[in-house]
């Protein structure tokens, strides 16, 4: 959570509960700017944790790094029974539970080591294509399909800033949006364009009676992603394929692709590090792979190289 800065416990913190203790640094979290999303994975974590200690009769204040490699070690040993995506899924949560109780303990003071469970190697970034794209827009069956789609795609939005969206966030004649509820409490500008200007303008004429508080979507995030599960199954492509993020990605991608600027998306997307935004660049040299293999890598093509005019031969 790099940016927000935490209040300092209060001085009587050790006379308090270690569940109050937990509620006092949530406090601070909220009052640092913390999402609810982020304070709600720390509570998360937070109580895992006391819940294990407390079974060994164990208070905050005397906890040692040996209760924190059990704690980590058992976690994740539940889950080596399981498949290879159950594996994946606790050693992600592990990670971040970690990160959040090295954070905690620093806040109280505690000189307790916490180690951090490594994160799976990312998978490969997935993208939609053009005429994926262009399916999925056809399967849309009313304006709030058109408008989840081409907000996605033309701004890079994760689908939690989406859906927390107000009408007075939307500058319709800047073709700008204000995204207030962003990922790591800072604000940014995002844009759009013709697509979702449209959709938009038919938005609101369906419905004359929003206001600049009221969400401009109306709707929660589980309830966006079962509308585009349901257009990718209408437009016959893998629902497992068609995702929020997914868009996102796709977004990334096709700004790399005509020419924007790495540090430009990464603002775009609201990336603390550009090395996040780099794993979008793979997708863009297969591009570059292909044109280079079309033009020189093959010899279906009218004319030789310059090597072959001059006949060059190696040893």
Known sequence: MPGLELPPPPEDVWELDDEEVVEEFLAALMAAGASEKTVKAYRAALMDFLGFIRRSGRRLRDVRSSDVRRWLQERLGRARGGGWEERRRVQVTMHYYSLFLRRFFRWLGLRVRVPVVRKPRRGVVEALSREEVLRLL????DTLDVLIVSLLLETGLRAEEAVSLRLRDIDLERREIRVRNAKYGEERIVFFGEMTAEALRAWLEENPGLGPDDRL???????????????????????????????????????????????????????????????????????????????????????????????????
């Open 138 to 141: 056809r399967a849309a069956r």
């Open 217 to 315: 979507l109306g709707i929660s995030y589980s309830a966006l992603y079962k509308r585009l599960k349901r257009m990718a199954v209408r437009a016959g492509l893998d629902p497992r394929k068609v995702r929020p993020h997914v868009l996102r990605h796709t977004f990334a991608t096709e700004a790399l692709r005509r020419g924007m600027s790495l540090p430009a998306v990464q603002r775009l997307l609201g990336h603390h590090d550009v090395r996040v935004t780099e794993i979008y660049l793979h997708l863009v040299n297969d591009d570059i792979r292909r044109e280079y293999e079309a033009a020189f890598g093959l010899r279906r093509r009218a004319g030789r190289g310059l090597l072959e005019e001059a006949e060059v031969e190696f040893a």
